[in-house]
């Protein structure tokens, strides 16, 4: 399990080989955050043991607002720091966060059009400012997400960009709410459970680890988020043992 402390939503931008939508910028809560850069460099290396087959991850939670979003972005950042081709879609196309920072645009083209005919894949990529990280938007809420998620073209548009990325994180909607996450989960290599430390009870993450369970996709992990390691004595004596200049009060 990986515990993480509260952190700002981030804010949004891609450079490929290949024709794109165009560019958005893209700035993660972590920018300059040693322990959480250091946390999240822990969470990718965990993925990385977890196979060479593990490429396409959906990472759900309870309820909303439980910082899945944001986990997700940090992850595909730290996937791509450290070289790994990655690509992160936003497939919350009920209440998306990810679409709240980018520029709303109506001329914007997301998964729910390219899943709708609406679009082709080249207008619904997008480059970040940062090298090796691509992300797809949710594009225009539509009203059957259930149906766009677990159709053929869903499956296609996985499939072809598999065969271009290192991995593909794909940020969807809170399981303890809507089936989304079930759908995706059943065509991806692995799911991440996000949980709030102190706001989500057993039952609840009990109910959401059944339905993936249910949809045949292997649990990866849990990541803890919104706690606050700076209250732990290990932290402190960590710090203070190399220097980071953390003082204990008395």
Same mark, same amino acid.
């Given at each position: &399990?990986?515990?993480?402390?509260? !952190?700002?939503?981030?804010?949004?931008?891609?450079?490929?080989?290949?024709? $794109?939508?165009? @560019?958005?910028?893209?700035?993660?809560?972590?920018? /300059?955050?040693?322990?959480?850069?250091?946390?999240?460099?822990?969470?990718?290396?965990?993925?990385?043991?977890?196979?060479?087959?593990? @490429?396409?991850?959906?990472?759900?939670?309870?309820? !909303?607002?439980?910082?899945?979003?944001?986990? *997700?972005?940090?992850? $595909?950042?730290?996937?791509?720091?450290?070289?790994?081709?990655?690509?992160?879609?936003?497939?919350? &196309?009920?209440?998306? &966060?990810?679409?709240?920072?980018?520029?709303?645009?109506?001329?914007?083209?997301?998964?729910? !059009?390219?899943?709708?005919?609406?679009?082709?894949?080249?207008?619904?990529?997008?480059?970040?400012?940062?090298?090796?990280?691509?992300?797809?938007?949710?594009?225009?809420?539509?009203?059957?997400?259930? !149906?766009?998620?677990?159709?053929?073209?869903?499956?296609?548009?996985?499939?072809?960009?598999?065969?271009?990325?290192?991995?593909?994180?794909?940020?969807?909607?809170?399981? /303890?709410?809507?089936?989304? *996450?079930?759908?995706?989960? *059943?065509?991806?290599?692995?799911?991440?459970?996000?949980?709030?430390?102190?706001?989500?009870?057993? $039952?609840?993450?009990?109910?959401?680890?059944?339905?993936?369970?249910?949809?045949?996709?292997?649990?990866? /992990?849990?990541?803890?988020?919104?706690?606050?390691?700076?209250?732990?004595? +290990?932290?402190?004596? +960590?710090?203070? *043992?190399?220097?980071?200049?953390? @003082?204990? @009060?008395?």
């Amino acid at each position: &399990m990986i515990h993480l402390k509260p !952190e700002s939503s981030p804010e949004y931008s891609i450079l490929n080989d290949y024709q $794109s939508a165009g @560019k958005v910028n893209f700035l993660t809560g972590s920018s /300059g955050d040693y322990l959480s850069n250091e946390t999240y460099k822990t969470l990718r290396t965990n993925l990385f043991f977890c196979g060479a087959d593990v @490429k396409t991850v959906v990472i759900t939670s309870c309820n !909303e607002n439980e910082g899945k979003s944001t986990v *997700s972005s940090e992850l $595909s950042k730290s996937l791509a720091d450290a070289g790994k081709r990655t690509l992160m879609i936003d497939a919350d &196309m009920r209440k998306s &966060m990810l679409l709240r920072g980018a520029i709303r645009n109506n001329k914007m083209f997301g998964l729910s !059009e390219y899943l709708t005919g609406q679009a082709e894949f080249s207008q619904i990529l997008y480059n970040t400012q940062i090298p090796n990280f691509d992300i797809i938007f949710s594009g225009h809420f539509p009203p059957n997400p259930v !149906e766009l998620l677990g159709s053929d073209r869903f499956k296609d548009l996985l499939a072809k960009t598999r065969g271009n990325y290192d991995y593909i994180i794909i940020d969807s909607p809170p399981l /303890g709410s809507v089936i989304d *996450s079930a759908v995706i989960a *059943s065509v991806a290599d692995g799911a991440i459970m996000v949980l709030s430390a102190g706001k989500i009870h057993a $039952s609840d993450a009990l109910d959401v680890k059944t339905q993936l369970t249910k949809s045949g996709c292997r649990i990866l /992990g849990v990541v803890l988020n919104n706690t606050d390691p700076k209250n732990g004595k +290990y932290y402190k004596k +960590y710090c203070r *043992s190399y220097g980071y200049g953390v @003082k204990e @009060k008395k």
